[in-house]
């Protein structure tokens, strides 16, 4: 019978050697973050209530709570859903359905891979300059919700890409053979075949548009304001910022609140992470094709 | 005879071609409903290019005052003196490209390693359920907004590090660039394991019937065939260390210093932007010089994302 030689058994030896090693550094990487989550939660869980949810920050915000950054945030990831949602899957749309493989193509998706790699203070940089002063939107949530869109555009189309590509061509071609329009194969068997993965990017774009601070700072999120934003045209308080500013700006804050802060930022974000990877794993699972 | 109408693309079998032409003519609602539609999604297509020229052209715009004027390409690369606030000032940038340098390269040092290991865990050793669970791990590790971990190196790091190294100052190289890292790590696993998963599997399956081990196949066949999309996965990496701005901000001690060793503090270009823009009145000099910092960033991120963008190319054509 066939028994394993001197080398066979330095082979596997070296092989279990590297898996170990391999496996070793993929733990230290997710480690120190699970440690430091727990630190937070530690830290802040005890901070958050109802009452630190729905009341206003108060004594120079170094008191009370956080609805005004709350709904700031809430304001501005609508409104900058509402460009960079239909833009986006136009795009993905174009991309997917018409685009031939040619120098526009390219340039296209060269710019794409541009608009998610420029550093986010460019971003913020180009808001001041287009939105806040050039179309005098001034500091508002209108500029900062724009600023926001074109940043996050490329997690739209790219998701939005991915499932338009994943159904299948036939379908396709089935549906031109009955003398479909484009337009009406997309409408009719395309789009109702990729709706939920394009949710899932929607989702993910969510928590992208809520995390961000460097774009907001300049052009339309302020420091405090005691009221709640009444139209697109108001500069409004967000999350994100109002964690830089308790934690840097402001002082003789209690040590747990900016905790607090935190674990509420991360929570929504992590949330609607695992609301589109637990979409997209119902997803896989009813797949047809 | 046939007559084939090319706007309607069917084929007429009999009667006068003209006659037929306008009988077939099918411009209806459906056929301008669909021309409108293709412009309008061509539009949302060259949009990316649009906003991506805009970007430069704003950020040109409003910077052209500093390049054309005071700017002094000798003292920007070659001064560590910024003081855009001083009676006469100066503007610098040596120390600044320096910092970000330095937080970077720490931030690589720490990251590669360990995202190339855990994509090749990942993607080569790890199966079934555990595969499952550690990629959804790093997927939500890398959704982790950065002032979040601007304020885990200012909170957590910064208290530790003191008392581990007894320094006086825990806002340093040494924070951000772990900081950086840990940020960094994820993204690079996540696209190094996409070009792990791009080799076909006939490379293994042929590997593997000449007798050689996992390893071997993994050292030999997987990675020499990944090589170009590992490198665009570190390069990717260290674009997005660079851009990085507020987890810089707050982990980096922010003062201005050509560091000697880890434990000194320094500033970065991204942080020196955000921390000074709101105190310039909008058109000064340190306005516009902000602004050529941004320029500067902008071009080498593009060049930085152009490489990566080349170098995975250059997998497809093989």
Known sequence: ?289 | MGVWNFRSGTLAMSGSPQDLGAQLDRRDLAWFVDKAVQALVFLGGVSAIVFILGIFVFITKEGFGFIAGRFDIVEFFGSTRWRPTSEQPTYGALALIVGTASVTGLAMLVAVPFSLGAAIYIGEFAQGRTREVLKILVELLAAIPSVVWGFIGLSIMNPLIIRLFDVPVGLNVLNSGFILGLMAAPIMTTIAEDSLKAVPDTYREAAEALGATRWQVIRRVVIPAARNGLVAAVLLGVGRGFGETMAVLMASGHSINLPTSVFDSVRALTATIAAELGETAVGSEHYRALFTLGIFLFVVTFIINLTADLVIRGIRKK
Request: proline share 5%; charged share 10%.
């Open chain 1, 1 to 289: 019978m066939f028994e394993a030689t001197e080398l066979n058994r330095k082979n596997q030896k070296t092989e279990r050697l590297w898996r170990l090693l391999f496996l070793m550094m993929t733990v230290l990487l997710i480690l120190p973050v699970l440690i430091i989550l727990g630190v937070l939660i530690y830290h802040g869980g005890p901070m958050i209530t109802i009452d630190f949810l729905f009341t206003e920050p108060t004594n120079g915000m170094t008191a009370g709570g956080i609805l005004p950054a709350l709904v700031g945030t809430v304001w501005l990831v609508a409104v900058a859903l509402l460009v960079s949602v239909p833009i986006g899957i136009a795009a993905a749309l174009y991309l997917s359905e018409y685009a031939a493989d040619n120098w526009l193509t390219r340039s296209i998706n060269l710019a794409i891979i541009n608009l998610a790699g420029v550093p986010s203070i460019v971003h913020a940089l180009f808001g001041v300059g287009a939105f806040v002063l050039f179309f005098r939107f001034g500091t508002s949530i209108l500029a900062a919700s724009l600023t926001l869109a074109i940043m996050t555009l490329p997690v739209v189309i790219v998701a939005t890409r991915e499932s338009l590509q994943a159904v299948p061509h036939a379908f396709r071609e089935a549906c031109w053979n009955m003398g479909a329009s484009r337009w009406q194969t997309i409408r009719h068997v395309v789009l109702p075949n990729s709706v939920s993965g394009i949710l899932t990017g929607v989702i993910l774009e969510v928590s992208r548009t809520a995390g961000e601070t460097a774009p907001i700072m300049f052009t339309g999120a302020a420091f405090f304001l005691p009221f709640l934003p009444q139209s697109v045209f108001d500069q409004t308080m967000a999350m994100s910022l109002h964690l830089f500013v308790i934690s840097t700006q402001v002082p003789g804050v209690p040590e747990n609140l900016p905790f607090g802060v935190a674990l509420v930022l991360i929570s929504m974000v992590l949330a609607m992470n695992a609301l589109s990877i637990a979409f997209r794993m119902v997803l896989r699972g009813r797949k047809k094709w």
